[in-house]
């Protein structure tokens, strides 16, 4: 009984103030829609610049045949590499090739040249894919050249061909990847920025020492801030859904019931996480600085755009700990590979404790008396 | 002057009041460059990955103890027959499976000619793709060993440099990112906050009766936390040449006016802020949970601008931050003058007066 006043409390508040409702819907929808498009990582067009001190057929077909690989762009060609130095500085190319005096006459003569590759190396990946592309595309252009010198094709020994296939996303596209990880990322925003200003507004507005002088419990207390927003968020993450279906024509693979089963447990521990901080800040710029820490945290070790493998035990131990690592990875395994039940029960089991932990923590940190 | 002394007097002491608020100000960003500092990386390293062998021969054992030897990859103990590659990739964690057709090492030896199949877990393309590339390079590299040890006629050799990163620290770019964001988001959030709570405890209209200019008013705002978040600053700096030892190359005088400049950016940001939002707690989802994202992906150093449509490429030149992180790229890792960025600093010098004007006019009509 005591649960549906209250529960009616807090709806009219979030029905009172129509701009944080627009917000909590419209803001993560039309995030969307644009930001994946902005964050296209496919390393395709490489910057690259020229310093040809040869001049001669070769270094002209070797330039002809990096240019169609489709990988590289030629900004300019230097005369120096001082010059082409001077273009990596501006930001302006990526890459410098530079073509040493005499290297056609001498790799005939002497049986082999040197090309060196300078790399603006402050962006790694980039730098690393680019180079790798580039090395590649030498080595084929080094097997033609060796073939036409020579008239006829040289034994190399024995060789290993690499076939390859891309499993669950054949042509590679980064949308796939980076779509269900923006949809989490947009719903634990919402949910947690909402959540941990909630209970500290009570407290900055005064109702509540109203509400501790009531003989409601703690826990229905909770119970109470935390249905409302269970339920925005559940209806969040449908229009996210659709968005992703819609716009970006991308259809979950595996059972949508999983998918909402986990997503439902993800936002208790999510909103629970967000009405501890709540309970522990003075004022809503504490309770949303302790939050913006803690999503940068969420948005930047989670997997999201990094591979997590990559990080040091330490910091791994720490992604294992977030919530939205687990949510991340399971989205991803249950739209794009079509995971099941069975394939994602560590996770869940990861969520049902944090959520757990989370709201006793949050429960037992509200205390009644101010 | 002394007027303004003042008022500038009462704001710090109301920031000193909130202890609480300032130890979040100045941990905050802390924690979070030596976090990121230490845990962000875009190489790939420690992959999981599975092996199908169905030659177990002297060949196939040789590579995959060449596989094994790499930091890249983390090789799981026990082979998979190829009906369990599925279930193996489904489960999540095993990122790429090699399988060796049976008879590998008779092909090769007899017959000169093997073929290894690479299966990748296309759901994150990148570390496919990279992954794809170390493990060709072993092979090659395998393949080269067991040639025949003469040195092949007309051979290209490339030699790759890596310039400003020799050693392959794989979180430099985040470092400048990281401060750029952090230093936007707290700054603009900060003034927003203290121009709006004022408005909401009705104190603002005691300070705009007083025989003080409102623009005075402001400034005596904005001046802690330009010194609050220079203090900062000076701490991260610190941070990262002697913890994260990521040296800083060019001047250090420059680099510190370049960020007064941002940070008045980020100031005027927030005024104008609090001068359209009512209340806090939008004031605060506005400058915080509505620029997040943007700021993000917008600045540049998680994905690159030249791949982004035409329109988000117009729209990041909105971000004051792009410009920092380009200022602080070029004069912290890449040691280059004030001749090589006088352009960002106009634009960030241009993007200040234009928000402040505007908040300004936007204060003074919302007063009268």
Known sequence: MMMKYLLQKEFRQLFRDKAILAMMFVMPTVQLIIIPLAMNFDVKNINITVVDLDHSSLSQRLITKIGSSGYFRFINTSASYKEALQSIEKEEADLIMEIPDGFERNLVREGSQKISLSVDAINGTKASLGAGYLTTVMADFNQHVRADLDGHAIADGPVIDVTYSNWFNPSGEYKYYIVPGVLVLLLTMIGGFLSALNIVKEKEAGTMEQINVTPIKKWQFILGKMIPFWIMGMIVFSLGLLVTRLIYGIHPAGSLAVLYLFASVYLVALLGFGLLISTYSDNQLQAMFVAFFFMMIFMLMSGLFTSLESMPRWARTIADLTPITHFIKVVRMIMLKGSSLSDIKTELGYEVIFAILLNTWAIWNYKKTA | ?368
């Open chain 2, 1 to 368: 002057m002394k007027q303004l002394l003042v008022f500038v007097k009462k704001e710090f002491y109301q920031v000193f009041r909130d202890r609480r608020t300032l130890l979040i100000m100045f941990g905050l960003p802390v924690a979070q460059i030596l976090l990121f500092g230490f845990a962000l990386t875009s190489e790939v390293k420690n992959a999981r990955i599975a092996i199908s062998d169905n030659a177990v021969d002297v060949n196939s054992l040789q590579i995959i103890q060449k596989i094994r030897a790499s930091s890249n990859f983390l090789v799981d103990s026990d082979p998979i027959n190829p009906n369990q590659i599925n279930t193996v990739l489904k489960k999540g964690d095993v990122k790429c499976v090699v399988i060796f057709p049976p008879g590998f090492g008779n092909d090769l030896i007899h017959l000169g000619n093997a073929r290894v199949q690479i299966i990748t877990d296309g759901s994150d393309p990148n570390t496919a793709r990279t992954l794809l590339n170390y493990l060709t390079a072993i092979i090659a590299d395998y393949q080269k060993e067991i040639s025949t040890p003469e040195v092949l006629p007309y051979s290209i050799i490339t030699e790759t440099r890596m310039l400003y990163n020799e050693e392959g620290n794989g979180s430099l770019n985040f470092i400048p990112g990281v401060l750029a964001l952090v230093l936007m988001i707290v700054c603009t959030a900060l003034t927003s906050v203290a121009v709006v709570r004022e408005r909401e405890l009705g104190t603002m209209e005691v300070l705009l009766v007083s025989p003080f200019k409102p623009v005075m008013v402001l400034i005596a705002k904005a001046i802690p936390y330009l010194i609050l978040s220079l203090v900062n600053f000076l701490l991260i700096l610190l941070l990262c040449v002697w913890v994260l030892h990521v040296p800083i190359l060019g001047s250090i005088v420059l680099l510190f006016l370049e960020t007064i400049l941002f940070i008045l950016a980020c100031l005027s940001f927030g005024l104008l802020i609090s001068t359209i939002t009512h209340s806090q707690q939008s004031a605060l989802l506005l400058s915080i949970m509505g620029m997040m994202i943007p700021t993000l992906v917008f600045t540049g150093f998680l994905f690159p601008l030249e791949n982004m449509p035409l329109i988000f490429r117009l729209i990041s030149n909105l971000i004051p931050a792009r410009w920092y992180y380009l200022i602080v790229k070029s004069i912290m890792l890449k040691g280059l003058g004030f001749e090589y960025v006088w352009k960002e600093t106009l634009v960030l010098t241009g993007m200040t007066l234009v928000l402040l004007i505007i908040s300004m006019k936007n204060f003074k009509t919302r007063l009268s």
